[in-house]
């Protein structure tokens, strides 16, 4: 017998010892069980960031009318982030995902579902998502320093790869001063590139509140609160965090060379 399904096996003795010539039976039920496990996974959204990691969801399916156990596993290259054993069929569950994935940053995560049935057959299955859960920062600042005829101030975000604006505008990068707050001064647009592959802008020429061109040598012995504006995103839209950045620009004389960076 090959085919799935359940069966009785009977099985007949006669004693000839007795004479009566009585019959015993003995039965036993059997079940043949060749199907594996009905297995489906699948989680949304498919690019989890951090304003998006709230919503993160997988839904799974492990059915079998012979069910034993299933597995459900969430895992990167590093770690098993979570798991669970599962002792009773679920069909279109879900697991939200946003405890699981606080602090993965640039990486690919898996979510697979495994059953068995009480035949042993075993049937996985599993998706994937990108997971970048971590905001960039503004993570250093150096300068003024001398570069040919200019100065140069360079901002240094924590990640490269970052997504650029299309054109800076002077609100989005500013000084304010620590005493009352008051904007010092804004990035002259035409004095200043970014370099998103790098994650660096680099700043020679400042605007006043009231439209002036300075030099960012201005900026030179002072304590400011440094701001960017949420324009500033990583590769997956996470917009920078930990503003503003307090920082005390360093008086003159000026180094010929930038300093290293970060």
Same mark, same amino acid.
């Given at each position: ?54 919503? @993160?969801?997988?839904? #799974?399916?492990?059915?079998? =009318? !012979?069910? &034993? $156990? +299933? ?5 990167? /290259? *590093? ?90 505008? @002077?609100?989005?990068? #500013?000084?304010?001063?620590? =005493? !009352?707050? &008051? $904007? +010092? ?5 035409? /004095? *200043? ?70």
């Amino acid at each position: 017998i090959s085919a799935s399904g359940q069966y009785v096996i009977t099985i007949t003795a006669t004693n000839p010892i007795n004479g009566k010539g009585e019959t015993f039976l003995a039965t036993e039920n059997v079940v043949i069980d060749n199907a594996t496990p009905t297995v489906s996974v699948t989680a949304t959204p498919s690019t989890v960031t951090f304003e998006s990691s709230s919503t @993160a969801i997988a839904t #799974y399916t492990a059915t079998d =009318t !012979n069910f &034993a $156990t +299933a597995v459900l596993k969430v895992y990167d /290259s *590093a770690a098993t982030l979570y798991s669970t054993t599962l002792t009773s069929p679920a069909s279109g569950a879900t697991l939200a995902l946003s405890s699981y994935l606080a602090g993965v940053n640039g990486t690919t995560v898996t979510v697979e579902i495994s059953a068995t049935d009480k035949a042993l057959n075993n049937n996985s299955t599993s998706t994937t998502v990108y997971v970048d859960t971590v905001r960039p920062t503004l993570d250093h600042i150096n300068g003024p320093y001398k570069s040919g005829s200019d100065y140069m101030v360079d901002l240094w975000f924590s990640e490269g790869n970052m997504s650029a604006p299309s054109a800076l505008s @002077a609100n989005d990068i #500013y000084f304010k001063f620590t =005493t !009352n707050n &008051a $904007t +010092a001064y804004t990035v002259d647009p035409a /004095s *200043a590139t970014f370099d998103p592959a790098g994650g660096t802008v680099h700043i020679w020429g400042l605007l006043t509140p009231a439209g002036s061109k300075v030099s960012v040598t201005a900026l030179g012995g002072g304590t400011y609160r440094v701001y960017v504006s949420n324009r500033f995103k990583d590769h997956v839209e996470n917009t920078v965090t930990g503003l503003p950045v307090l920082h005390t620009f360093p008086a003159p004389p000026y180094t010929i060379t930038p300093p290293v960076d970060k």
